[in-house]
């Protein structure tokens, strides 16, 4: 039976039987930053001190991670932090099944702590956010269905509130266009914020902003699924992981009517480099007379190219909103807009 993509999708991931539900881990599935290598946890470290020190380094100092998958990014922050940050740091992973067993350092949740004074980071997490897939129909706005086979039909016509979204931040024009109504996203995102007592979130993922999606860029949307490392059709059959960029700029605002008092969107590329990643390689004398060491700080070069490439993970934006200590422009500052 066909249903609308939105609660297929739901299900899908979080139902009984769903991709997440069963304890899928996104490693198994793709790679990301976390699974890169230590350097893009040496990143939120550093960023994380901009915010203990725009706080007045509190007595106790949280990191929140959410989405956190199988938790490798929590336990690399717990890991790699300063003796004298660790013994103040409350590091809190958050996910719908956390494992049966984890690091020490790491306290898994199902939700997110009600108050947070630190920093909140999700990362990869609202693409994961089911919300409408909607199509232009003879005029209307209506919901895209699909059946467990992923044949897709048109639906009802989308609520008040998803058109409304729509026509501010998606506009459909031409006959036949998609989109995702991102209402569910900025409202997980205000959620995440509203947590925030003091400090920062910061939301890292693929996405798009208005000006390229009125220009058309993503006529057809950008639904996508993935399973076992590769690109796969998006059934919504509990095997799989599905997905869809994010309207960061939407869930800027969002924040914004939350309570952050300040926010920056910028590319990952540039936020690594402002944060001391930037990818140089040891000079070749090196080899020669610390053969060892040249190997290692190639290797690293080599892993931060990687975060840092522009057709890659480097184009992923960086919205980083803040509600109380140091302002957001002034924990990553003179950074050019994300354009990805």
């Given amino acids: 039976m066909a249903r609308d993509w939105q609660r297929a999708w739901q299900d899908a991931l979080y139902g009984p039987e769903g991709f997440f539900r069963r304890g899928e881990r996104p490693s198994a599935h793709f790679r990301t930053a976390p699974l890169v290598g230590p350097e893009f946890a040496e990143a939120v470290l550093a960023l994380l001190d901009r915010v203990d020190a725009g706080l007045g380094r509190p007595e106790r100092l949280d990191f929140v991670d959410v989405g956190a ?21 409350r590091v809190v992973a958050v996910e719908v099944r956390p494992p049966d067993e984890g690091p020490a350092a790491v306290d898994w949740r199902r939700e997110p702590p009600e108050e947070v004074t630190g920093l909140v980071l999700g990362h990869e997490w609202l693409d994961a956010v089911p919300c409408p897939v909607v199509t232009l129909h003879c005029g209307q706005i209506c919901h895209v269905t699909v059946d467990s086979e992923g044949r897709e039909g048109v639906g009802d016509p989308v609520s008040d509130a998803h058109r409304a979204w729509l026509d501010r931040w998606w506009p459909l024009w031409t006959e036949g266009q998609r989109a995702e109504a991102g209402v569910e996203r900025d409202a997980a995102w205000a959620d995440a914020v509203r947590r925030v007592r003091a400090g920062a979130a910061l939301a890292v993922d693929y996405g798009h902003r208005r000006a390229d999606r009125v220009g058309g860029r993503h006529r057809s949307g950008t639904l996508a699924a993935f399973r076992g490392g590769r690109s796969v059709r998006p059934v919504p059959d ?26 920056v969107l910028v590319g990952q590329r540039e936020a690594l480099a402002a944060l001391g990643l930037t990818g140089t390689a040891p000079p070749p004398a090196l080899a020669a007379t610390d053969p060892a060491g040249w190997l290692a700080a190639t290797a690293r070069a080599g892993r931060v190219a990687e975060l840092r490439d522009p057709t890659g993970l480097g184009r992923f934006g960086w919205l980083l909103q803040t509600t109380a200590g140091a302002r957001a422009e002034e924990l990553l500052p003179g950074l050019p807009p994300w354009r990805p």
């Fill in 69 to 89: 998958g199988g938790g490798e990014l929590a336990a690399a922050v717990a890991d790699l932090a300063p003796v004298a940050l660790r013994r103040r740091l």
């Fill in 238 to 263: 509990g095997s799989r992981d599905i997905t869809a960029h994010v309207a960061l700029d939407a869930c800027l605002d969002a924040g914004t009517r939350a309570g952050a008092s300040s926010g």
